[in-house]
């Protein structure tokens, strides 16, 4: 998509994903939710449970716990594989000594603010949660609360696009003009389905997995936020919204 200043494309806010996007813990959702599957008779490997449970990757849970259900031949509900998914994921987290945003990020989010672009969260995660993590992460200080938009603040959670209509009404900025950071189709298409500008920033490297991706709507997909193409496709997006910025920001 061309970029044609002043025109609705041009960027003026940044949203990003919590978990997975900014914060790996993925690999504890998916092991908690292998574990709550087994548990009512759903036995799948990961590379199952990418194919067979459309939700797996971005969540919201309880549409990994109904699609779950779904494979089950027991009496079960989806109170019930919440409630032990959750457990399951406290008991990994717990035991987790340290946690750590994913390699290049704090650079990224320095540089996103240098350039005095407006930065949010939109997740589904539960309010509680999201700011223990963004405390044990070492990055509570670095959104603004108001900002921090979470499972709680909306009525629907993603793939609806209430999430990211509150981060763009919360950073006073039309959805066209907010660009969204997500790692999963499902939040690819909350931002999509909200009229916001799309990158993929994915935890999982498998072949076809960018193309999905693609599909859902991402503009870019970056394996890394070190991805020495990520600041120059995000500088091209927001070049007239504030020149003195951009014009350091080149310069570095």
């Known amino acids: 998509m061309e970029i044609v200043e002043g025109k609705a494309t041009l960027v003026k806010g940044v949203a990003f994903d919590l978990e997975g996007t900014i914060i790996d813990l993925e690999p504890l959702h998916h092991l908690a939710h292998l574990r709550a599957a087994a548990d009512v ?5 990961w590379h199952e449970a990418i194919e067979r449970l459309p939700h797996f990757v971005g969540g919201p849970d309880e549409e990994v716990a109904a699609e779950i259900i779904m ?3 027991n009496e079960t509900t989806v109170q019930k594989i919440l409630s032990t998914k959750r457990a399951y994921f406290r008991a990994l987290l717990d035991n987790k000594k340290d946690i750590e945003p994913r390699k290049g990020f704090r ?3 320095d540089w996103v603010k240098s350039v005095g672009v407006s930065i949010s969260i939109g997740t589904v995660t539960e309010r509680d ?15 603004l609360p108001h900002l921090i938009v979470s499972k709680e603040d909306v009525p629907k959670p993603k793939p609806s696009p209430d999430v990211y209509y509150e981060t763009a009404r919360r950073m006073n900025i039309n959805p066209k003009n907010q660009l969204v950071f997500e790692d999963s189709m499902v939040g ?12 993929a920033i994915p935890t999982i490297q498998l072949p076809n997995f960018s193309q999905l991706l693609y599909r859902a709507g991402a503009e870019q997909v970056f394996l890394s936020w070190e991805d020495e193409k990520l ?8 070049s007239a919204n504030s020149p003195r910025h951009l014009t350091r920001a080149r310069s570095n």
């Open 231 to 238: 600041i120059p496709f995000v500088l091209q997006l927001i």
């Open 107 to 109: 650079e990224f989010l």
């Open 188 to 199: 690819l298409n909350s931002a999509r389905h909200a009229g916001c500008r799309l990158v």
């Open 71 to 73: 494979l089950s031949k």
């Open 129 to 143: 949660l999201a700011i223990q993590l963004l405390k044990l992460a070492n990055l509570e200080n670095e959104f």
């Open 41 to 45: 008779g759903v036995n799948l490997s």
